[in-house]
């Protein structure tokens, strides 16, 4: 039988509180929000400023549960209107997507 979906999203480091083990073992993907969605229309970037790192947030939840990261959020659109703009500027915004997950070691794919 397939595992439903279980999220948990932690947002700043302001409400940054896990519980216990034995209440998040059923916790399948934790959302970290928000990365400016603005900062992936930026060529070369290689800063990806999140409140914590998703290491930190790993341990402290069972080893089979997705780390991401939100991008965008509370209105923040206009990143992704000028990513849509033309083809160059989508593919920077989704190599940039690319670069965050792999520098941060998130979970791009689960």
């Given at each position: 039988m397939k ?28 959302a970290l ?15 990806w400023p ?61």
């Open positions: 595992r439903s979906v279980q999220l948990a999203y932690q947002k700043t480091r302001q409400h940054y509180v896990v519980p216990e083990p034995d209440l998040v073992s059923d916790i399948t993907h934790v929000a928000f990365m400016q969605s603005s900062l992936f229309n930026t060529p070369g970037l290689s800063n999140l409140f914590t790192t998703v290491e930190a947030v790993r341990s402290q939840f069972p080893k089979e549960t997705a780390i991401l990261v939100a991008i965008g959020g509370w209105g923040d659109t206009q990143g992704f209107s000028e990513a849509a703009a033309s083809e160059a500027s989508r593919r920077l915004f989704a190599g940039n997507v690319k670069a965050m997950v792999e520098h941060t070691g998130a979970d791009g794919k689960r």
